[in-house]
C-alpha cells in the first residue's frame, strides 16, 4: 500500500518517478483499510530534500500510510519556498487543540546544535510536543538533534559538544538482535552520522528506563529506546539519500568552515569521485521494521490511547 500526500506536494512527482507507492488524498478515500497515521515534525534546514527522504522510507511498505506535517508554530522558517509550510503543513499546536492521535511521529534533527536546550526560539512548543505524544502517539521516532532533545527533555540526558564534526559513514553494531526493530539487520551495518555533539552515553545507561540498542566504539550510541519501542531514538540519518553529505561537505567548505572530508563515503575518500551507497538496505529496513512494529502493536482505536 502507499502513502498518502497531497498530490502538489514537491516530493510526489519525485517519489512517482523512483516507483515509490504514492496515493493522492481523494483516491485514498475510499480504501476501506485502516491506514496508519503517521506525523512528521520537519526542522531540518533542507525542508524539501527531508521530506522526500522520510516519504521514500516509509512508502517501502505494504500499508497505507497517511501522513501529516507538523511545524512550529513560534518559529519562522527560512529553509522552505515561500508559502509551502502554509500550504502542506499544521501548527504542531493544532494536534493538542484539537485532540489528535497518531500511530507514529518522527521528528527530525534541526540546525540548532550550538545552542542549549532551552535556548531554542521553540523549545517550549516542542516540549509541549514531546509531552503530548507520550499520551496521544503510540511510537515516537527521534532522529538526530530530535533525539538528543527528546532524551534530555524526558530523562535529562545532556549532550556534549564534539571536538571534531562526527561525519559520514559508520559501521554500527546490533546489541539487542530480538529488538523488532533490527528483524533481518546483518550482525554489522553502516549509516550516515553528521553531527557536532552527542548525548551523554553514561546518563543513559544510568536510567533503567532506555536500552541501548546500537552502538558503534567510533561514533558513540546509535539507536536507543524506551517504553518498549513506545520512545526511538536515533543519533544519526538513515534517512539521506546519496548526495546528502556531499552537499553538507561543499556547503560547508563553501562556508570556510571547519570540516573534514567524510569518512568511509568517497572512494579512496577522494570528494572528486561519487560516493558510493552502502546504507539503503538497512535504511529502509529499520524503516519497515519500525512501521510493522507500529502496525502490529497500535490499538486500532487511537481513541484507546491515553
Partial sequence: MPIKIPVKLPAYEALREENVFVIPEDRAEHQDIRPLNVAILNLMPTTLDTETQLLRLLGNSPLQVNITFLRMGSHESRNAPPGHLERFYIDAKRIAAEDMRFDGLIITGA??????????????????????????????????????????????????????KLFGIFPHQVNERNNALFRGFDDEFLAPQSRHSASDRDAIAARGELSIESETAEAGVFIVTAREGREVYVTGHLEYDPLTLDREYRRDIARGLPVGVPRNYYPGDDPSKPPVVRWRAHAHLFFSNWLNYVYQETPYDLEELL
Fill in 111 to 164: 540546525p540548532v546544535e550550538s545552542l542549549p536546550f532551552e535556548k531554542v526560539d521553540y523549545w517550549k512548543e516542542l516540549t509541549e510536543l514531546f509531552d503530548y505524544s507520550k499520551r496521544r502517539v503510540w511510537s515516537t521516532l527521534h532522529i538526530c538533534w530530535g533525539a538528543q532533545a527528546g532524551l534530555y527533555h524526558h530523562y535529562g540526558v545532556p549532550k556534549r559538544d564534539l571536538p571534531a
